[in-house]
Every structure is written in C-alpha cells, then in structure tokens.
C-alpha cells in the first residue's frame, strides 16, 4: 500500500491492496471481558454524508454508534489551503459529538505531509472531551506519511503547546515493498523511538485482508507494540483507470464473517473499519441508502446501498468487544450482489481488466437462522430454493437480470421477504460498487418484516 491525499471530487493516488505470503498468526485465547478494545471507523472528511450540516454529522455519529463503533478516525487530505471543508467539516463533527453528549471519540488520521499544517491540525481540538486520548496521551493516526519528520518536527512542536502524542499510524515506507512479518518489524524497529503502536489500512480480498492483519499483529506483539487490525467491507478502485481499474471481490458476507472471526479469535488490541464513507473506493459501510445524494461525483457511477455490512458487523463487533458470543434469537438475511454481470460491457466508459479474488456473478447470502427453514431466492426468471439448518448459513447463488428478492419460510410460512436492487442487462458505466441489504424475522411466524432499498 502506498500512502494517499484525497480531493474533495476525485480519488488520487490509491492505496493497492498487496497479497500476502504469510499464513494466519497463532490465535490468542479470548478474554471473557475485554475492557480496552475499542473498534473505530475511518472517515473521510472530504465528504459530507448527509450534507454539510450539524444534524448531518450527528446522523454520521448515532448510525455509528449504533453499530457500536466507539469513534472516527478523521482522515484529513489537505488543513489550510483551497480544501476549505476539511476545517470546516471537522469543526462541525467535534460539534456535533459534542452536542449528542454520548462520548463519542475522535482523532485524526493525517493524510498529508506539510508539518506547520500537521500541528496546527493535531492541536486544534486537543482540548476537546471527545478527543480519544489513550494512557494519557492524545490518539494520532496516519494513512502513510512515514516520510514526516514526525520525530524532531512535528512531536515537538506539539510538544510547545503542552501536547503528548499516543501515536498509532499506518506506515509502509515503499510501494512494492512485502507486506510481511519481517518488513513490518524493519518498520517498528525504524520508528520504535515515536510508535506507541502500528495501524493496518485494510483493503482488498478474505486472504489479503487476514493475511495483513497477522503481518502486523505479529510485529507489533515482538515489538511490543499496540495493534489496531483492520476489517474492510469491499474494495474498487473506480478512479484508477491506469492500473485496470482493480476490483478486489470480498465474497459479501463470507468476507465479512471470515475477517471478523480473524479479530475475535486473534485479538487485536483495537480495530478500525476501512472505512465509514470512502465512496470513492467502494469501501464505505455508513447505511446511508444514496450517498450520491449530497455529493454529485458520487453519483455515477451509482453508489448503492451497504448497510448490510454494517449491520452483519455488528453482532461481531459486540462479540469482540466483550469477549461473549451473542444469542441468536431472531432470524437475519443478508444479501451482496454487483448489479451487472463481468460479461457487460459499458457503452460510455472505461474499461475494468484487473480483478482479483473468485469473481463471478453470484449473489451471497449470509443467514443466522433459529430453526431449520427454506430460503427462496428469485434472481430474474430465476428460481432457487434451499432447505437450510439453523445457524449460520453462507450461499452463493448465481444471478440474472431483473428482479432480485429473498423470500425465507419455515414450515410454509413466511418469516420474511426481502428484496434488493434489480440486477441489470445492459449498462452506460461499470458499477462495481456492491448493493447490500438485510432482514430480521420477527418471533411471530405471521409477522415478517419487509426491507426494499431504492434502485
């Protein structure tokens, strides 16, 4: 991965997930209470989810909250120059938590490199409440900026104005360089005199994901080190039109099943999501139904929906953070799907050639069931239906344009019926921005709710 600055209207350079040759690290045993894990999410301070607004910024904060996400990691491109919203965003956001009263924390994530600018943003909201500050010390991250000169420039500036820095970053000094146990040791031993831990940026496949969490975790326990992991929901590189436009397939659910259970099982001492709102690069798990709505580049192509990797977290995220298993009492679906095939071609625009992963035209279910049920799926003219145990079920079901719904019975009633964007025959732009969605059965089988997200 190399590090990135962010315009507010264009993605520029982007981070490329690098495939691992390290197999899994030896798992930790579970704490049964776990006091200290937090689990944050980055947030690109480019975009303004719900509208530039105080009321937009509190929806970003209870959304996340209510998945139980702890706080946002500000990722901030740019502080004083033509970018203006980065302070402007920032201010209403710590406003915002603020305001909501509900301990919300934040820090930033520094995705620039001007070292007056890196101060005067670190200390600009170091006396807020909500500013995460950890053993004492104010929490900082990065998404790259190993070249600062964090050490002699900016953590003594800081240092002036009373400020003492825990400091977390994502570092890896060289594109191309492996992302392995012995390279990330080369970087805790480069900068152990300023690390107080190491953060891993995650994006791309099940096994680039899991793979890069075991590297880092591994030179963090040898170096003695905080661990923040990292779980991704999906990736593509939309504006990347020079490296084919890479689309990394993360098998919807099972994607995100197998990178949260790497977390429960293994134990990092913190974890972030990569990321709240990055829609430029499909990673985004904010439930916000059109995040085109009030960012017109993030209209085309279309943005669909992801809430169903955030509400498919959550009973994970709860399990990490507490160290118990929660009950299943009550039926869930969840759905991932491309809306068009790999086969389509696009009548205006440029072409997608490098992918990565088991990509094919399948949709994924991810199912908790209570008792043993039968899910059909309509995908087009096309009917499947599959008898299933109860507990967690996974399935790949091939796709066909048209109408895309889920229905789930048990014992010939209906639990519920969920239905999803339709899948398309012909396309003006590649889309390889994931839809998802979920459901919940109610305890009454002649009850079932009803979730039908916009086109």
């Known amino acids: 991965m190399t590090p990135r600055r962010y315009n507010r209207w264009q993605t520029g350079a982007i981070i490329l997930p690098v495939f691992l040759l390290l197999q899994l690290a030896a798992p930790r045993l579970l704490a049964s209470v776990s006091t200290n894990h937090f689990v944050f999410a980055h947030y690109m301070v480019c975009y303004d989810d719900y509208g530039e607004t105080l009321a937009g910024f509190e929806q970003d904060i209870l959304d996340a909250q209510a998945a139980g996400v702890d706080g946002f990691a500000l990722n901030c491109g740019e502080w004083v120059g033509p970018d203006w919203y980065y302070q402007t965003n ?51 991250s990065t998404s790259g900026q190993s070249s600062v000169d964090w050490q002699n420039s900016v953590f003594p500036a800081l240092a002036n104005e009373g400020i003492s820095v825990f400091f977390v970053p ?22 152990n005199g300023i690390l107080n831990g190491l953060f891993y940026f995650a994006a791309g496949t099940i096994s680039t994901v899991t793979n890069g969490n075991a590297s880092y975790e591994q030179a963090c326990q040898s170096g003695g080190k905080l661990f923040m992991g990292g779980y991704s929901p999906t990736y593509w590189g939309n504006a990347q039109p020079a490296a084919g436009r890479p689309y990394f397939e993360s098998q919807g659910g099972e994607g995100t099943v197998a990178q949260w259970m790497w977390i429960i099982t293994n134990q990092p001492d913190w974890v972030e999501i990569v990321t709240w709102n990055d829609f430029g690069e499909s990673t985004y798990s904010t439930p916000i139904n059109n995040p085109g709505q ?88 096309n009917l499947v239906t599959n008898s299933l145990a109860a507990g967690l079920q996974q399935l790949e079901t091939p796709f066909a344009p048209g109408p895309q719904i889920f229905n789930l019975r048990r014992n010939g009633a209906l639990v519920m019926t969920v239905s ?23 305890p009454a089988p002649t009850n079932f709710h009803v979730v039908t997200p916009p086109n």
Not at 173 to 178: E, H, K, L, Q
Not at 353 to 359: I, S
Not at 427 to 435: C, K, L, Q, S, V
């Open 90 to 140: 920032v201010n209403l956001m710590y406003q915002a938590a603020e305001q909501l009263g509900t301990g919300f924390k934040l820090f930033f994530s520094v995705d620039e490199t001007n070292v007056t600018d890196i101060v005067a943003m670190i200390s600009s909201h170091a006396s807020s409440s909500n500013s995460f500050r950890y053993q004492g010390k104010l929490v900082v």
């Open 170 to 191: 994502y570092f890896l000094r060289a594109p191309g360089t492996p992302m392995n146990y012995a390279s990330i040791s080369n970087v805790v031993a480069e900068y």
């Open 294 to 381: 009030y960012e017109s580049p993030a209209q085309t192509p279309y943005r669909y929906c992801h809430s169903g990797y955030l509400e498919l977290s959550k009973r994970y995220i709860a399990w990490y953070k507490t160290g118990q298993e929660p009950p299943r009492n009550q039926d869930a679906l969840y759905y991932f799907y491309r809306i068009h095939s790999t086969n389509l071609v696009a009548s205006n625009d440029i072409p997608v050639t490098a992918f990565n992963g088991p990509v094919a035209d399948v949709i994924y279910n991810t199912l908790f069931l209570t008792a043993p049920a039968q899910l059909e799926i309509t995908s087009g003219t």
């Open 420 to 442: 999803g964007p339709p899948i398309l025959s012909s396309i003006t732009n590649y889309d390889y921005f994931p839809a998802s969605g979920y459901g919940y059965g109610l």
